[in-house]
């Protein structure tokens, strides 16, 4: 078969099987077994594939058909322009998450070397993003994964930057520190609906996804513990589900040591993130 003979029956198959983005993940596939550029592709149409190639193709075809996301089978997502190792692991970065990491960076480049904090760090995507960006600032990231932390010490590496990586669930293993900034973004899906999300969603960690019976219980709990440790005058960071700006904003309102919140919408004009400060 030839490639454009192998990207066409690599389509139909996703399309008849009512998978998402049929066209585009057929053709990132190829290019990953091929090892190969989008160009390549479009240039060497008519290039035979070798056997041992083809086969591996079909067999991740059928991986996407059973709802395993391809960046599970590629192990490559792009976050603010960067390449991240994931896997069934962590939970797979969104673009909708670089709204919150560019806010951070923005309050943070107020600020003389920052000391930051990333709850629920999964694969450091968030973490190292800041990294990135702040040269100046101490970053910290946690999760209750070691597996998950594992796999953002590895990205770190990777795109060469410095992130203290600490297995806790969320405070607990964390010394007497106070941060400028904690950002976070929490598992927030209701426990009730996850069986309702698509399959590949559902191939994605529960831990990285189960927010309990209202999808609130981690702003709950963030919003209590971390005025522990954030100094005054310092940042609460959240991403939210689009249809919780209301409820985490009552949340937050209830701390009296909290002021000044507002919310940020995404490309898609869905509330995404909300800001608030001790003061």
């Not at 480049?109 to 904090?117: H, S, T």
């Amino acid at each position: 078969m030839t490639i454009k003979q192998i990207l066409s029956k690599g389509m139909i198959i996703l399309k008849g099987n009512n998978v998402d983005s049929p066209k585009l993940k057929a053709r990132l596939l190829l290019q990953f077994i091929l090892k190969k550029p989008r160009e390549y592709l479009i240039i060497y149409d008519n290039k035979e594939i070798d056997k041992k190639q083809q086969w591996e193709y079909f067999v991740n075809i059928e991986k996407l058909v059973s709802g395993v996301p391809l960046q599970h089978i590629t192990h490559h997502q792009e976050f603010m322009k960067m390449d991240f190792y994931v896997d069934e692991n962590v939970l797979i970065p969104r673009p909708d998450t670089e709204i919150l990491v560019e806010e951070t960076i923005k309050i943070a480049q107020k600020m003389n070397k920052p000391k930051i904090l990333d709850l629920c760090t999964g694969s450091g995507a968030i973490a190292i993003s800041l990294a990135k960006n702040l040269p100046e600032a101490e970053i910290y990231g946690i999760d209750i994964s070691q597996k998950a932390i594992d796999i953002a010490k590895m990205n770190a590496k990777a795109l060469k930057v410095k992130v203290k990586f600490l297995k806790s669930n969320l405070f607990d293993k964390l010394d007497d520190i106070k941060f400028d900034i904690i950002v976070s973004n929490p598992p927030y899906i209701k426990k009730g609906i996850i069986c309702d999300l698509s399959k590949e969603v559902q191939k994605e960690p529960e831990i990285a996804l189960n927010g309990g019976i209202d999808g609130l219980d981690f702003y709950r709990k963030i919003t209590t513990q971390a005025i522990d440790y954030l100094k005054y005058g310092s940042y609460l960071c959240f991403e939210i589900g689009y249809d919780q700006k209301d409820e985490v904003m009552d949340i937050i309102s209830e701390k009296e040591q909290y002021s000044n919140a507002y919310c940020k919408k995404d490309l898609g004009g869905n509330d995404r993130v909300i800001i608030t400060q001790v003061c």
